[in-house]
Structures are given as C-alpha cells and as structure tokens.
C-alpha cells in the first residue's frame, strides 16, 4: 500500500470489531480504535455493560497493538435516537432503535469525528460489503455469512458515508472470525454476541419502557369483538406478539390434532385504546399481501427504476418477492409493496428494506399494510 491510509474502527469490547481492527492492521493500515459511549441513564447497573466492553476493547488494543480512544456520544444519541424510539412507541408503532442508530450515529457523529481525527476512512465489524460499481456510484451488498448479514440495519447509509467505510467481515463468516480471535489470543475470543442495545440490555421490556411512557389499560378483544381481558398499555405490545398477552388461563380452541392454538397480537385501534388478539399463527389478520412506507432512504440516492424486487419486513426473514411502486403522498415520497406472498405480522415502525440479488437498495419505515382479506 503505499499510502498508508489512517483507518478509525468503531471498537465495542466484541470479538466482530475487533477481529476487524486485527484485519485492517494486517492489510497495512494505520488504525485508530473508537470506542463509543452512546448511553448514561443507568451505565452502571447490571443490564448495561458500557463500563466492561470498554475494558475488553482496550485489552484488545493493547494485545493489537493501536492507540484507542473513548468518545461520549450520549447527547446526540438521546435526542436522534432515543427520543424518536419514545415518540414511536407513544404511537403505538414498533420502531428499529438499530436502524437510526447506524444512520445518525455510526456513520454520522462516529464519522464526523473520525474525519476530525485525520481518519481517510472507518470501518466497523458489521457484517456487510461495499463496492464501487463501474457507474462510480457505491454499492451496499450483503454479507458473504447470509445467517450474519446486517445489511438490513445498514440500509440508510448514503453514497457519502458508503465512499468511506469498511466493512473487513463481509467477506468472512462468523466461524471463522472466531479462530482468527482463537488463534491470535484475543482476551474477548469468547465473549457472547451482544443482544439488543444498551439502554435495554437484558432487563424486562415493559419495565424499562414504564420509566418513559405514559400509558392507559384497556380492552383486550377478538375479531368477534368480544373482551377478553386487560391490555396494560398499547405501547408495551408489538404486531405478530405471542408471549406476554397475559390471558392466564383462558379457554382456547383446539386444532385437528388436539393442541390449543396460541394467541398473537393482531391489530392495536390507538383511536378506542383497544388490542385485538387472534388464534392461530396462520390468522388472516396477521397476513399481508401489501404495505405502504415513508421517510424512504436510498443509497444511491434516488427510487429503484425496477419494479421487481425483494424486500424484508423484518431482519432475519427471508427475501420476498414483490412489486415496487413510488407513490406520492401529501407531497412527500413514499411508496407501496405488492407481495406475491402474504407476509406474516407487518409491523407498522419497522423498516422494510429492498433488495435486488445481494444489492441492498435502501427502504423505509412501515407505515401501514393491507390484509388479505
């Protein structure tokens, strides 16, 4: 290489990112560790782990061999993420807190101050890959490890923030960087993947949210209208739901083999304050065979010209089938899926993200879908 191009790596105390500063190094990099505190409220109980993982991420740099650095992202995070998730929830929409984290932290704050840092570059240990295509313009494709790819949380990231980010996994599957942590003795070769994000950590949902949102019972109710029980708040309730609903003991019918069937939450009416559960994974009213979504993203900048696509409600779902159709809606770009399949628990809040093969195209949030009948 002969410029050495300075690399800033966002380093979490996890074997993803630092198996990639390891990486980046061994390509003739100069790399800067970042380690990024993006929550204060409570960082120092059991459900949030901040003060460990940036124990483990400065162990790992000394055993790599780079200089890293802590950066307080916490205000920024509160008032682009965290608040957004409340208004969501308030809503009674089930937001992605991931989704706007990487868009407005990541590869926003993160890389405006890797810039100040002299950086030419960043990388992160997502599992993804970015390429150049031959019309100049910068690809997002998914990871190699398909059980890995993260592409669906990357999918806002823009041609300004794709031109300078590095993603050293994408190639690699999640085996294999677990040796290369194994072989090369990192202190973190056998720290579990982190699960969710910081400010919930492992604690109850409901208990967390309780400290933010105002909330109002209800009624709990069929298809046939009938009540059923107690709702504790629509917030605390997401589309597609099995366990919490909290019916106790009630009288379920029974399928041809004999087994009662489970209860999901189907449908919220925010306007009676009413949750609507069904029976049966396979209830008409948990498919949808089309959705609308706004406040769209595209990396490269402007709506595919291709009505043919694929898309994911949801992460770790497989890609679907369907018709891609903008629409305008008050003025405002959105647009409309048409689904060759009807897809299960359309979850107004979270993003559905377009693909074209391994191209991640970008996407929206969900704003409402249709039912199949």
């Known amino acids: ?29 100069e ?27 400065v162990s790992v740099a000394d055993v790599i061999g780079l200089d890293i650095e802590v950066v307080n992202f916490a205000a920024a995070y509160k008032d682009r993420v965290f608040a957004e998730f409340l208004r969501e929830h ?34 992160t240990g997502h599992y993804a890959r970015a390429r150049q295509a031959d019309s100049g313009r910068f690809e997002l494709l998914k990871a190699v490890d398909a ?21 050293p996994l994408g190639e690699i599957s999640k085996t294999e960087v677990r040796k290369i942590a194994e072989k090369i003795q990192l202190p973190n070769a056998k720290k579990k993947d982190s699960t969710g994000i910081c400010f919930i950590g492992e604690r109850p949902f409901r208990e967390f949210l309780n400290r933010y949102l105002s909330y109002q019972q209800g009624p709990m109710k069929t298809p046939d209208d009938d009540t059923v029980g107690e709702h504790v708040g629509l917030s605390f309730y997401t589309l597609g739901q099995r366990k919490g609903i909290g019916l106790g003991g009630m009288k379920s019918h029974r399928n041809a083999g004999g087994d009662s069937e489970p209860w999901y ?19 008409p009213w948990l498919l949808s065979s089309t959705l609308q979504a706004g406040q769209l993203s595209w990396v490269a900048g402007e709506a595919p010209d291709i009505d043919s696509l694929s898309a994911k409600t949801r992460y770790r779902q497989a890609d679907m089938a369907c018709r891609f159709d903008s629409l305008e809606v008050a003025g405002v770009e959105n647009f409309a899926l048409c689904f060759n ?33």
């Open 1 to 29: 290489m002969p410029d050495k191009k300075r690399v800033v790596i966002g380093m979490s105390g996890g074997v993803d990112s630092s198996v990639s500063a390891w990486l980046l190094k061994q390509q003739g990099y």
């Open 341 to 373: 399949d009807p897809q299960w628990a359309v979850t107004p809040g979270q993003s559905v993200v377009l693909y074209d093969g391994d191209i991640c195209l970008g996407g929206g949030i969900i704003e409402f879908s249709g039912n199949t009948i």
């Open 31 to 57: 790399v800067i560790g970042l380690f990024m505190k993006n929550w204060e409220d409570d960082d120092d109980s059991e459900y949030c782990s901040t003060r460990q993982d940036w124990i483990d991420a």
């Open 90 to 123: 308030q809503a009674g929409r089930t937001p992605n807190p991931d989704v706007l984290c990487n868009a407005e932290i990541k590869f926003k704050a993160f890389l405006d101050h890797a810039m100040k840092l002299g950086a030419d570059l960043i990388a």
């Open 147 to 167: 059980s890995k790819d993260q592409s669906y949380f990357l999918h806002r990231l823009n041609q300004a923030q794709l031109s300078r980010t590095l993603f």
């Open 265 to 283: 939450v189907a449908r919220k009416d925010m306007e009676n304050n009413t949750l609507y559960i069904v029976q049966g994974h396979d209830h």
